[in-house]
């Protein structure tokens, strides 16, 4: 990989769930091509009640980006209604969540680290930002335009990412709150 890789939402390759309950978008796999990833990146949407798969051995991040959102459960350890947008919910892998519709379709930033090589910090950022490689990474603008110091514009729906294999170039980047300022919001899913 190169480094900053960009993406929009519209052109993520789709692989439907099995179950039929909803979609994943996957952002980045690392490393790329194996089945075992150290990390990965994808959006969810989720149109109806049903079960996530378990992950065992893995950490998971979810945040609601559009949507009603879900109720997420796995009594007596979870019991969490993920309804606020730019929010970030962590939780094990090992635990098999059963997730109940709180209105209508959602769409969710989902991160997930095998725990014995990396972990994930999920954060939402609505101020300048300041950018180092660290293991690997994932932006994604939820909303307004922002601008990286080469004057490049990221908008809502837009998104770029990089690995560890990026870690030759060290300057970092900057994003800029562009508009409206006050209504921008992203993600930066920093691998660690």
């Known amino acids: 990989m190169t480094d900053w ?3 929009t939402f519209d052109t993520l390759p789709v692989s439907p769930w099995r179950n039929g309950g909803g979609e994943t978008r996957e952002i980045v796999s690392y490393p790329p091509g194996k089945s ?3 990390w990965r990146v994808s959006i969810a949407t989720i149109a109806q009640d049903g079960p996530f798969s ?3 051995g893995v950490d998971r991040s979810i945040t609601l980006l559009s949507g009603d959102g879900v109720h997420l459960q796995a009594l007596p350890d979870i019991n969490h209604a993920l309804t606020t947008p730019g929010e970030p919910f962590s939780f094990s892998g090992d635990i098999a969540l059963n997730a ?3 209105g209508s379709v959602t769409t969710d930033f989902n991160v997930m680290t095998r725990r ?3 972990a994930a910090r999920v954060v939402p950022v609505r101020e300048t930002l300041y950018l180092s490689h660290e293991k690997g990474g994932v ?6 335009i922002w601008q990286r110091q080469d004057g490049t514009p990221i908008r809502a729906g837009e998104g770029f990412y990089w690995s560890e294999l990026a870690q030759h170039r ?3 980047l900057t994003l800029k709150p562009v508009e409206p300022v006050d209504g921008c919001l992203l993600l930066w899913a920093s691998m660690i």
Do not use: N
């Not at 932006?139 to 307004?144: A, L, Q």
């Open 5 to 7: 890789q960009h993406f």
């Open 100 to 102: 109940r519709m709180a």
């Open 139 to 144: 932006i994604y603008v939820i909303s307004g």
């Open 36 to 38: 075992d990833f150290d």
């Open 116 to 118: 014995t090589v990396c």
């Open 54 to 56: 378990a992950f065992p």
């Open 170 to 172: 060290r300057e970092p």
